[in-house]
């Protein structure tokens, strides 16, 4: 998927992008691991690294045959009732754990394939992200034509069908030369990755498919809106589907088979996640709709309230943050912007020594990246906000302060905009 941002740990960087991972991905890495070990590689075992699906059919067949015995039997011991020997414990845990760091593999392959195209479309990429269902590349914009929009959607699923059918060209092109193990995570992989393109294929936002679809409809209708409203419906109609199925399967597991499972727990919480992220991924573009066309000048306040950097600590709590009540205010030196002095950096110095200490040396310099500028797209400057959860942010013009942005005041202005009409522009313009 490509999409906007979840935080994680940054552990690589390929092509000038960050891969990071989010808590999250670990709950599924030792998931998939446990299945690998304890059922998927147990059943391929049966067949010689085969497809897991005939060590059941073996499997069953045994159980069938000996219909007399009411002790549960493990796949092992099928396996030894056919004279078939099995593989050691340890070896099933560690294919397991190498399947799921390969899926890992694949799902960032997938994902950088997403990101290099958007870059080479000129679309800003902040990174990618691993997290429970798969993985986002957090992309800075939205594509500005349909075409881009379908490049950069398709790129990732033909990286996952090329995967797919690479490994199961080596699976059926080397099969005599592999050993048994080798075999059963290569089909592995081969099928991981075909599962990967037949998922993200679905036609419902915000999955690769959905995306195709919304290039699709863009292209038709020439309106980005009605094609994200149309796509984001279909994502919907998809996790609602996932959801039926989900709650299906285990009611039928629970009052016929009598048994339970973590299938139909999946599908659930699947579909509620596509009903969650098509819902959001609609609003993002309605938001950015509103947005258009705004500039920091729309918001800016230029009544600033600065302290200067000689002032004693004691006096800027009795003259400013007592008077005023902010949280932090800039400070100017010779008109310039020398730093920040907040609350936090204030209880940082001993009480003691606030008569003696001057703003200059408890205030923060302010991160470059952190400076924003009266020309400044508001939807990025909001967006930066956010992600970085600043309350508001200096605006400078020729290294001069010009004024502040606050988060409130931009979400003020959105909803005078939305209650007064979407193409109100401040000023008229």
Known sequence: MASGGLSGLPIARV???T?????SWLLIFFLLTYSLASEILPQASMVQGGPWWRGVELYDQVLAEQLH???????????????IAAWPRWQYWLLGAIGSLGLFVCVVAHEVAHSVVAKGAGIAVEGITLFLFGGVSQLKDEAETPGVEFRVAAAGPLMSLALGLACGGLY??????????????????AIINLMLVAFNILP???????????????KRYGDLARATRAACWWGRAIGGFFVVMGLAEFWLEFTVMRTLTLGPLWLVVIGLFLRYAARASYQQVAVRDTFAGLTLRDVLQREVVTVDPDLTLDRLVDEYFYTYKFRSF????????AGVVSLKDLQAVPRIEWPGRR??????????????HPADDLASVFRKMAEEDKGHLPVVEEERLVGIVTRHDIMTLIQLKTDLGGHWRPGGR
């Open 69 to 83: 015995s009411r002790l549960p039997m493990t796949f092992q011991q099928a396996a030894e009732s056919l004279g």
């Open 330 to 337: 800039p400070v100017l030196e010779a008109g310039r912007l």
């Open 172 to 189: 059926w092109g080397f099969s005599d030369f592999l050993v048994p193990q080798a075999r059963a995570i290569i089909f592995y992989f």
């Open 19 to 23: 891969i990071r991972i989010h808590a």
């Open 359 to 372: 703003v200059r040396e408890a205030m923060h310099q302010v991160r470059q990246e952190n400076l924003v």
């Open 204 to 218: 419902g936002f915000p999955l690769d498919g959905g995306r195709l679809l919304r290039a699709l409809l863009w």
């Open 15 to 17: 092509f000038g992008i």
